[in-house]
Protein backbone atom coordinates (compact mmCIF):
# COMPACT_ATOMS: atom_id res chain seq x y z
CA UNK A 1 0.00 0.00 0.00
CA UNK A 2 1.35 3.55 -1.05
CA UNK A 3 2.08 5.74 1.94
CA UNK A 4 2.67 9.42 1.90
CA UNK A 5 4.38 12.41 4.09
CA UNK A 6 1.83 14.78 5.17
CA UNK A 7 4.24 17.33 3.48
CA UNK A 8 2.98 16.01 0.09
CA UNK A 9 -0.30 15.98 1.21
CA UNK A 10 -0.66 19.04 3.43
CA UNK A 11 0.44 23.20 3.05
CA UNK A 12 -0.61 26.10 4.05
CA UNK A 13 -3.52 24.50 6.10
CA UNK A 14 -4.77 23.13 3.01
CA UNK A 15 -4.79 19.25 2.39
CA UNK A 16 -5.25 16.98 -1.04
CA UNK A 17 -8.00 14.78 0.11
CA UNK A 18 -10.38 12.39 -1.49
CA UNK A 19 -13.73 13.01 -0.80
CA UNK A 20 -16.22 10.18 -0.83
CA UNK A 21 -19.75 10.62 0.20
CA UNK A 22 -23.31 7.59 0.15
CA UNK A 23 -24.56 6.24 3.17
CA UNK A 24 -25.06 3.47 4.67
CA UNK A 25 -27.74 2.11 6.67
CA UNK A 26 -28.80 -1.78 8.09
CA UNK A 27 -28.98 -3.23 4.47
CA UNK A 28 -27.62 -1.07 2.40
CA UNK A 29 -24.23 0.80 1.35
CA UNK A 30 -23.74 3.64 -1.37
CA UNK A 31 -20.98 5.16 -2.62
CA UNK A 32 -21.32 8.48 -4.68
CA UNK A 33 -18.71 9.71 -6.93
CA UNK A 34 -15.42 10.74 -5.48
CA UNK A 35 -13.73 13.64 -5.98
CA UNK A 36 -9.83 14.24 -5.28
CA UNK A 37 -9.97 18.01 -4.24
CA UNK A 38 -8.03 20.31 -1.75
CA UNK A 39 -9.66 21.19 1.86
CA UNK A 40 -9.15 22.85 4.91
CA UNK A 41 -6.65 20.72 7.34
CA UNK A 42 -9.43 20.84 10.31
CA UNK A 43 -11.79 19.36 7.65
CA UNK A 44 -9.67 16.09 6.46
CA UNK A 45 -10.97 12.43 8.02
CA UNK A 46 -9.18 10.37 10.07
CA UNK A 47 -9.35 6.09 9.96
CA UNK A 48 -11.01 4.66 13.02
CA UNK A 49 -9.15 1.63 14.15
CA UNK A 50 -11.23 -1.37 13.73
CA UNK A 51 -13.69 0.68 12.16
CA UNK A 52 -17.32 -1.10 11.27
CA UNK A 53 -17.00 -0.29 7.71
CA UNK A 54 -14.34 0.28 5.39
CA UNK A 55 -12.78 2.10 2.05
CA UNK A 56 -10.45 0.28 -0.27
CA UNK A 57 -9.05 2.14 -3.21
CA UNK A 58 -7.35 -0.20 -6.08
CA UNK A 59 -4.86 1.04 -8.69
CA UNK A 60 -5.07 -0.21 -12.41
CA UNK A 61 -2.83 -4.09 -11.50
CA UNK A 62 -5.68 -4.49 -8.23
CA UNK A 63 -3.54 -3.27 -6.10
CA UNK A 64 -4.56 -1.50 -2.54
CA UNK A 65 -3.21 2.01 -2.15
CA UNK A 66 -5.77 3.21 -0.09
CA UNK A 67 -6.87 1.55 3.07
CA UNK A 68 -9.23 3.18 5.62
CA UNK A 69 -11.62 2.38 7.99
CA UNK A 70 -14.21 4.37 9.87
CA UNK A 71 -17.86 4.06 11.89
CA UNK A 72 -21.14 5.73 10.87
CA UNK A 73 -25.05 4.95 10.53
CA UNK A 74 -26.42 7.10 7.69
CA UNK A 75 -24.87 10.00 5.56
CA UNK A 76 -20.80 9.88 5.03
CA UNK A 77 -18.70 12.61 3.70
CA UNK A 78 -14.60 11.24 4.55
CA UNK A 79 -12.12 13.72 3.07
CA UNK A 80 -9.14 11.17 3.19
CA UNK A 81 -5.72 12.60 2.83
CA UNK A 82 -3.51 11.48 0.07
CA UNK A 83 -1.66 12.92 -2.40
CA UNK A 84 -2.88 14.02 -5.84
CA UNK A 85 -0.92 11.32 -7.81
CA UNK A 86 -2.14 8.72 -5.60
CA UNK A 87 -6.03 10.00 -6.19
CA UNK A 88 -5.06 9.75 -9.64
CA UNK A 89 -4.22 6.08 -9.73
CA UNK A 90 -7.25 4.77 -8.12
CA UNK A 91 -9.50 2.83 -10.44
CA UNK A 92 -11.73 1.04 -8.19
CA UNK A 93 -12.87 2.03 -4.75
CA UNK A 94 -14.81 -0.08 -2.26
CA UNK A 95 -16.97 0.75 0.90
CA UNK A 96 -18.58 -2.26 2.49
CA UNK A 97 -20.09 -2.85 5.78
CA UNK A 98 -21.42 -5.99 7.40
CA UNK A 99 -21.74 -7.96 4.33
CA UNK A 100 -22.89 -4.89 2.23
CA UNK A 101 -20.99 -3.39 -0.70
CA UNK A 102 -20.40 -0.66 -2.97
CA UNK A 103 -18.00 -0.24 -5.65
CA UNK A 104 -17.36 2.50 -7.79
CA UNK A 105 -14.74 2.32 -11.29
CA UNK A 106 -12.71 4.86 -12.55
CA UNK A 107 -13.66 6.11 -16.42
CA UNK A 108 -10.59 7.02 -18.45
CA UNK A 109 -10.66 10.86 -17.28
CA UNK A 110 -9.97 9.55 -13.71
CA UNK A 111 -13.97 10.50 -12.56
CA UNK A 112 -15.23 7.54 -10.27
CA UNK A 113 -18.51 6.13 -11.87
CA UNK A 114 -21.33 3.59 -10.55
CA UNK A 115 -20.43 -0.14 -10.32
CA UNK A 116 -22.25 -3.15 -8.75
CA UNK A 117 -21.12 -5.78 -7.13
Do not use: W
Amino acid sequence: MLTTSAATICANDRCSVLQVTGVVDVAHVTLDPAFDLFVPSEQVSHSTLGGAQTLDAYDSRGGLIVAFSFNVSGPYQLDIPVAPAVAQSIRLLRVSSAGATAVRQATEHGVIKSGAQ
